[in-house]
């Protein structure tokens, strides 16, 4: 007999959300996408300085007769992905002024722990017609946890240091709104008022989620999470109330190329990379006992002890202790610190200790 799970999974399911989620089983969600209504409160026409209408959202899926009727809503929603979510599950929201400061009180009422709030700012939003208001050029991501208790959830360092050029990924993100060949189009217009650019989304999954993992979007919408879920070899629940909105995003999925080369999907995690010693480097004979090592600039030097310790003129202990010392830093890495000469090179420490891991991983 096939379970509810088999039945909807990598499909988009027409029906209410928390309706939905309440059938999933507890506890079998990796990650939860959520771009639930942002109750804009909207009263009447926004007008260009030509007169043309700006399409703005006044949806009834967004309309909302009191902030206690929306906190409600917010409320019942975000248990049900609360119970389907895993113990190392990550759950994301994203909003604007108008919702996101109430969902985020709601989800520290329910428990949830927040690990991040994100700034996406737009490269290109939406300018502020009448002159009257700062240009809103940001929404906000709330990153969290099941519960303050919860531990283990995949958050992809490394990959997002990468893709930032070999710095930290920072919380703000500068990312263009979904134009052009990306947005999806109805009888000449936007098929949906907000579809989110699959670059923010594809920032979320490569960075809290693994291949294979299971991510749930219960405002599915035109299916962005869907797609990028797809592409990247992760499991999908998509949830849309809208029969229009479901029959645009199983259309679209049709049209995903998945990506399916295991060398291309690889997550990097260093921490969960075999630990090496630096006396391990002494007992493969890759640096010897007396040997002198250095800084790339050759500015501080200290000597290899048998034990594997360092000396300097003004220290002795681990390599990264004496390259905190020689430096008067509180703390160095002292694998990319460190070189030793080779054929008159300064090669760094840490090739052989990449060497090493190669070797262990074997």
Not at 146 to 157: E, I, L, Q, R
Request: with cysteine.
């Amino acid at each position: 007999m096939v379970n509810y799970l088999e039945s909807v999974e990598d499909k988009i399911v027409l029906g209410d959300c928390i309706e939905v989620l309440n059938q999933m089983p507890e506890e079998s969600v990796d990650l939860i996408f959520a771009d639930p209504p942002y109750n804009l409160q909207l009263a009447g026409e926004l007008l260009r300085p030509n007169n043309s209408k700006v399409m703005g959202v006044d949806n009834d899926w967004d309309q909302f007769n009191s902030f206690k009727e929306y906190d409600e809503f917010s409320k019942k929603w975000l248990k049900a992905c609360q119970r389907v979510l895993k113990q190392t599950g990550s759950l994301w929201v994203i909003g604007s002024y108008h919702n996101i400061f109430r969902i985020g009180a709601v989800l520290q009422d329910l428990g949830f722990w927040i690990l991040n709030d994100i700034i996406w700012r737009k490269t290109n939003p939406m300018p502020n017609f009448r002159g009257r208001r700062f240009t809103n050029a940001h929404e906000t991501l709330i990153w969290c946890g099941k519960n303050s208790s919860a531990k283990g959830y995949t958050f992809n360092y490394d990959s997002m240091k990468s893709l930032n050029e070999g710095l930290q990924m920072r919380s703000d993100w500068l990312l263009p709104l979904c134009t052009g060949t990306e947005r999806l189009k109805r009888n000449g217009q936007k098929a949906h008022p907000t579809q989110k650019p699959e670059s923010l989304i594809s920032r979320v999954i490569l960075s809290t989620s693994k291949p294979g993992d299971l991510i749930v979007d219960p405002f599915s919408g035109s299916g962005t999470t869907s797609a990028v879920a797809k592409r990247f070899s992760r499991r999908f629940i998509g949830i849309e109330q809208s029969k229009a909105y479901v029959e645009i995003s199983r259309q679209r999925l049709r049209t995903v190329q998945v990506l399916n080369d295991p060398d291309v999907l690889e997550i990097v995690t260093k921490r969960n990379a075999p630990r090496v010693p630096f006396g391990s480097l002494l007992d493969r004979g890759l640096v010897n006992p007396g040997e002198l090592m250095f800084d790339a600039r050759r500015r501080w030097h200290a000597k290899i002890r048998a034990d594997g310790l360092l000396i300097s003129e003004s220290a002795k202990g681990s390599i990264h202790a004496v390259g905190a010392a020689v430096q008067g830093a509180q703390a160095c890495n002292g694998w990319t610190f460190w070189h030793v000469d080779r054929d008159g090179s300064a090669i760094s420490i840490d090739i052989y200790r990449q060497m090493i891991r190669d070797e262990l991983s074997k």
